[in-house]
C-alpha cells in the first residue's frame, strides 16, 4: 500500500464544505484511493473511492490530483452526524485495506 | 441479508479463557475480512477469505488466534487462551469481490473485555 499522510484534526462549521486532504505521493499507477469514515464506535463506513479521475456520489466528492499524489475528500454541506473519523487509503495490499490514523472532523454548530 | 451481523455485540472473558465471534457476511458476498481496533487506536488487519477458503492471514497472531469461513454457516473469529492484550473491537468486513477497486461492508463490531 501507499503510505497515506493525514491531519490528525479538523473542525468544520455546519452547513459549509469540509475539505479533507490526502498525501499518497507514493501511490503507483493502478492503486485506488479510499475513503472511509468511523462515526464513534461503529464500523467503517464507505465513502467513495477512484483511481485517476474525480468522483462524486450522493456522500460525498474525491479530487485527486493529476498527478495523483494527493486527493480531497469534500462533504458538501457538514452537518453534525459528519464528525467521525476519516480514512484515506490509499492501494490495497494483496487485496486488502490497510487503515492509517485518519483525520478527526468535527462539525460544529 | 444486506448488513454485515457481527454476535456477541459485547463478550467478558477472563483470562485464558476462550472467545468466539461471529460474522455472517452480506448474502452473495465472496470475501469477508477480519480486523482488530485496540482503544480506538488503528485498525489491525488479521484475516480474510474468500468463499471459505483463507486468502489472505498474514495479520493473525499465529499461536492463539484461529479463523473460519464454512459454506451455509457464519464466519468465526476464535482466540484460544485470551490475554489482556486482546481486549479490542474485532470487525467483520464483506465484499463481492476482495477490496480492489470494491467497497467493504463493515459490521458494527464485537467488544471483547479480557478481565
Known amino acids: 500500500d501507499a503510505k497515506t499522510t493525514q491531519p490528525p484534526s479538523m473542525d468544520c462549521a455546519e452547513g459549509r464544505a469540509a475539505n479533507l486532504p490526502c498525501n499518497h505521493s507514493?501511490?503507483?499507477?493502478?492503486?485506488?484511493v479510499y475513503w472511509y469514515r468511523q462515526i464513534h464506535s461503529q464500523g467503517p463506513q464507505y465513502i467513495i473511492h477512484g483511481l485517476k479521475n474525480n468522483e462524486t456520489n450522493e456522500m460525498a466528492s474525491l479530487i485527486i490530483t493529476e498527478d495523483r499524489k494527493s486527493s480531497t475528500l469534500i462533504l458538501p454541506h457538514a452537518t453534525l452526524r459528519d464528525t467521525a473519523v476519516y480514512y484515506c487509503i490509499a492501494g490495497a495490499e494483496t487485496d486488502k485495506l490497510i487503515f492509517g490514523t485518519g483525520t478527526r472532523l468535527q462539525v460544529f454548530p | 441479508g444486506e448488513e454485515v451481523a457481527q454476535t456477541p455485540k459485547h463478550l467478558v472473558r477472563g483470562e485464558g479463557q476462550k472467545a468466539k465471534l461471529y460474522c455472517a457476511p452480506i448474502?452473495?458476498?465472496?470475501?469477508v475480512f477480519w480486523y482488530q481496533q485496540v482503544l480506538k487506536n488503528e485498525f489491525k488487519f488479521l484475516i480474510s477469505?474468500?468463499?471459505?477458503?483463507?486468502?489472505?492471514e498474514t495479520g493473525m497472531p499465529k499461536e492463539r488466534f484461529s479463523a473460519k469461513c464454512l459454506p451455509n454457516s457464519p464466519c468465526s473469529l476464535e482466540i484460544q487462551a485470551t490475554k489482556l492484550e486482546d481486549s479490542a473491537v474485532y470487525f467483520c468486513?464483506?465484499?463481492?469481490?476482495?477490496?480492489?477497486?470494491?467497497?467493504?461492508?463493515f459490521g458494527s463490531g464485537t467488544q471483547l473485555s479480557v478481565l
Open positions: 507514493t501511490i503507483s499507477g493502478n492503486e485506488y
Open positions: 477469505f474468500q468463499n471459505e477458503n483463507v486468502f489472505d
Open positions: 468486513a464483506s465484499s463481492q469481490l476482495g477490496a480492489t477497486n470494491e467497497k467493504l461492508f
Open positions: 448474502k452473495g458476498h465472496s470475501y
